[in-house]
């Protein structure tokens, strides 16, 4: 998956634990996943919906979008 939209597909959580000498080791502690299992390391991720952005209209058509799609989905939660 590396189309236009998709993401870098930096999945790992990663902590940085300090030693005695004063330097540190980092080791990765888990991956991403997806809502459906899927891994995204190194593969990334495409958007389910993708809202172009307009650079001349002053509105943010991607925040209204979203919430548009939010509400839409609490609506449909509700019933």
């Given at each position: 998956m590396s189309g236009l939209w998709s993401s870098f597909g930096k999945g790992l959580v990663q902590q940085v634990y300090s030693l005695s000498d004063d330097s540190a080791v980092m080791i990765s502690t888990s991956e991403y996943y997806t809502p459906?299992?899927?891994?995204?390391n190194n593969v990334g991720i495409e958007p389910d919906i993708i809202i172009p952005i307009d650079k001349e209209v002053e509105d943010d058509i991607q925040?209204?979008?979203a919430v548009d799609l939010l509400l839409k989905r609490d609506t449909v939660n509700k019933n």
């Open positions: 459906n299992g899927r891994v995204i925040l209204e979008a």
